[in-house]
């Protein structure tokens, strides 16, 4: 386990409420979404001294921090499991395809009306229940009416072509009305309790299932009565586990917490009564911002921005008052040109969400400031490693990625006191170079990072070079000439992969003296660095890879003379593919339209190197 994740002292701090729990690794990259009951019971579980499990000792091993979101209800975490599933794609979830629209479910307008699962524009007649938020909780939803409420899903050219019940009968999952099993009456009334059961009218169904229960036994039914009462204890199980709100209507929660400069807007958005996700914002807070600004800020930028494709409710609820809210609520209403209400002052089920909200933004800011000091001692630690006087405010690591000395790419990545500033990254392109060459590459990426550098520009306090002494030369070479004009030169360190290329064998070696050292491998400076020099060698195969697919892509056929985007398309389509077109006679080529004989010679000729 990574020595900058504390398991003992996180797990002290940790709720037994259920929730959800994403599990970040030294990128910062979610690897893992899971859901508890008891979200403390759960987690300590990863920590065991002895872990059966391959995977998740391979799991635990990545851990960076781990950030959690309580629920309501096992049902809630359910849901919001799935979309933060869907929204961070973790390494090891099972993950399911993402979609950008809203799913729904939708109950037909057939005369044998189906349960299905929608997306996209509403043209079929029906009721639709959503939106939900991800297609994982619409499937887990259709699989539970399914035990539920004994109508089809299946489609109608499958429920055309029956002339015998299929399995979903023989499971008590349908009622078969594909071939008249159950009467028409019969099947209405189910499709009627399963829309009440849609819009969270559990007691209605229950209800009205308990009177046809009582009818059924009075005339001797009994078989009919038990059905009944199978399908009550049913629906009962799934009320005591799904905690419903007595209010119908949809609205988000807002929890604020504002604190060490730190501010989180936990949002929770519940529809028809039900938590249907949440999330939580950070937004860039300058210093010294009163909470107030922070707060208008935040409100106006969310509900004002035309690119939101979800649905705004009419009720905001919020966890602090500030001067001018009903200014702002009067701007947003206008604006959207609907009803549009900002709260703060609610009761009942209103205010036991509010408080959900407000103690989750309260946790991620305290996990948050949590990781913000475990940076800040790495920092600590790494200076006094190196001795230095000065504390480091900035530092840059650079990298090249190539594939045989194809599509060369520089990166250049920065860490601040708080951990990666990405809006700094960097890309270089290498030209001009011999294939391979590491050592011009890491000179051009130097030169065009350092060029005309002066006080007044972002300089770094350390510069770690991933290679060996050769790229660490070419880059000290260059930074003395470039940095001429500013009054401290950046420290040069590359980082040398130990023997067999092991993470923790890492050695280090300074700029200019060429004094190699080592820093213990469970410390977090040596952390510190292996984090930033990771993070280098992402960005720049990143950069690579996808400069390498677009040349590959694009500049077989459009580098030759006369051969444009509509040539190639023609091109393309007509022969099937670039190696049908590689492939390809002069004779062939001709018969593609828009191609000479002149013009298929060259082709021919460029492609084959004549």
Do not use: W
């Not at 065009?448 to 290679?467: A, E």
């Amino acid at each position: 386990m990574p020595s900058g994740f504390n398991a003992k002292s996180f797990l002290k701090t940790v709720t037994s409420a259920p929730g959800v729990y994403r599990m970040y690794d030294i990128r910062q990259q979610v690897i893992y979404v899971g859901k508890a009951k008891d979200l403390k019971k759960r987690l300590s579980s990863y920590f065991r001294s002895n872990i059966p499990s391959v995977k998740t000792q391979a799991l635990v091993s990545h851990i960076d921090h781990i950030d959690v979101t309580v629920t309501h209800s096992e049902t809630d975490a359910l849901l919001l499991e799935n979309d933060y599933i869907k929204q961070y794609m973790p390494k090891y979830n099972v993950l399911l395809r993402d979609d950008k629209s809203y799913p729904y479910i939708l109950l037909s307008g057939h005369k044998h009306p189906r349960l299905a699962y929608h997306r996209g524009p509403k043209r079929e007649k029906g009721h639709y229940f959503g939106p939900y938020p991800n297609g994982g909780a619409v499937r887990e939803s259709l699989h539970l009416m399914q035990k539920l409420f004994p109508i089809r899903q299946c489609d109608d050219l499958y429920y055309k072509s029956r002339s015998r019940p299929c399995l979903q009968y023989q499971l008590d999952r349908c009622s078969a009305p594909c071939v008249g099993i159950v009467s028409d009456e019969e099947y209405s009334e189910q499709v009627k309790l399963a829309g009440l059961f849609l819009r969270g009218k559990d007691k209605q169904v229950i209800s009205q299932l308990v009177a046809k229960m009582e009818v059924a036994a009075v005339d001797m039914e009994y078989e009919q009565a038990a059905q009944y009462r199978d399908q009550i204890t049913a629906l009962r199980r799934v009320a005591e586990q799904q905690e419903v709100s007595n209010h119908k209507g949809d609205m988000d929660v807002i929890g604020v917490d504002y604190a060490s400069g730190i501010a989180c807007f936990h949002l929770l958005f519940i529809r028809d009564g039900k938590i249907f996700g949440s999330r939580s914002y950070y937004p860039t807070v300058p210093a010294e911002t009163d909470i107030e600004e922070v707060l208008s800020s935040f409100l106006g930028q969310f509900y004002l921005n035309a690119d939101i494709q979800r649905t705004i409710p009419k009720e905001v609820i919020l966890s602090h008052d500030f001067e001018g809210i009903k200014e702002l609520e009067a701007s947003i209403a206008h604006a959207l040109d609907k009803k549009f209400e900002l709260k703060t002052q609610v009761r009942g089920e209103r205010s036991n969400f509010l408080r959900l909200a407000m103690t989750n933004a309260s946790n991620a800011i305290a996990t948050r400031l949590s990781h913000k000091n475990t940076v800040e001692q790495r920092f600590q630690l790494l200076e006094e490693a190196l001795e230095l006087n000065e504390p480091i405010k900035r530092m840059e690591c650079f990298d090249i990625s190539h594939t045989m000395g194809e599509s060369t790419v520089a990166s250049c990545v920065v860490f601040n006191r708080e951990g990666p500033h990405k809006a700094d990254y960097r890309r270089y392109n290498i030209t001009g170079i011999t294939g391979g060459d590491d050592y011009a590459a890491m000179e051009q990426a130097i030169s065009r990072r350092f060029d005309k550098i002066d006080n007044n520009g972002k300089v770094p306090d350390l510069v770690f070079i991933d290679g060996g002494i050769g790229q660490l030369r070419v880059a000290q070479t260059i930074v003395d000439e470039k940095c001429v004009k500013i009054d401290n030169t950046p420290l040069l360190i590359c980082v040398t992969k130990g023997e067999g290329r092991k993470a923790g064998l890492e050695t280090f070696t300074v700029g200019g003296s060429e004094q190699t050292f080592e820093i213990p491998s469970d410390s977090p400076a040596f952390h510190l660095i292996l984090h930033i020099r990771d993070e280098s060698h992402r960005f720049a195969i990143t950069g690579h890879r996808n400069k390498r697919q677009k040349t590959r892509n694009t500049s077989t056929l459009e580098s030759i003379p006369g051969v444009g985007p509509k040539r190639r398309k023609a091109l393309l389509q007509h022969l099937g593919g670039i190696q049908e077109v590689k492939g390809a006679s002069v004779a062939e080529l001709i018969k593609v339209p828009g191609i000479s004989l002149e013009m298929a010679q060259t082709i021919h000729d460029a492609l084959r190197g004549g």
